[in-house]
């Protein structure tokens, strides 16, 4: 996890105020609203772990989705330099927080914002969705034809089971020249006039 979050923040250097004010295509999110979002996601995972050593179960955000999104649009706001900082100390704060965690914590359940419970074992890959995702969000040169293999072979497979259902009718005969640009298109990060639209991810 140490190494996704390096790549992100590596990312960042050529963020400026007139940058993270740009849209992106998440509807009504800027790049100042995705950064946000990231590091108001790492300090979930912090209270999550804090809780999982107390033996108590927690809500991933406070105030669930309304409390999440007032976060980010409190956030979103702010000039390059304090949201560039404030992602950096998040991401440093749930890497400490992980590497000094009891082993008993890891099995400890807490409920992710849409009110799923799971255990805190799985955080971590879900953390390390978030950075590859978002990455390609931010628009400073990283695509989805930067990740790696590892990240494809995990998280193709799992999305696919997860949106099977949802997919659009001829889903299954599309064909892609690269795994990346299928996971892509899953995550809604790739449109191409052959390709139909996918369904919501996230």
Known sequence: MSDAHRRF????????????????????????HVLTH?????????RR?????????VDQYVGGYPGREAEIQAGSGRPAAEIVEDVTRSAQAV????????RHA?????????????PLFELPARRWQELEVHVVDLDVGVSHRDWSDEFVL?????????????LPAGASGLR??????????LYGR??????????PWG
Do not use: Y
Not at 106 to 118: K, Q, V
Not at 154 to 166: A, F, K, N, S
Not at 190 to 199: Q, T
């Open 9 to 32: 923040l590596g990312a960042l250097h050529v963020l400026t105020d007139e940058h993270v004010r740009r849209p992106t295509r998440l509807p009504g999110w800027t790049v100042g």
């Open 38 to 46: 990231v590091a108001r996601n790492a300090d979930s995972h912090v």
């Open 49 to 57: 772990a804090d809780a999982a050593v107390r033996g108590e179960m």
């Open 95 to 102: 890497d400490e927080v992980w590497r000094g965690l009891p």
């Open 106 to 118: 890891w099995a400890g359940r807490s409920r992710d914002a849409n009110g799923r419970e799971r």
């Open 154 to 166: 995990e998280w193709l497979p799992r999305t696919r089971e997860r949106m099977w259902d949802q």
């Open 176 to 185: 892609f020249d690269d795994p990346r640009d299928e996971l892509a298109w």
């Open 190 to 199: 790739l449109r191409r006039d052959d390709l139909p639209e996918p369904p």
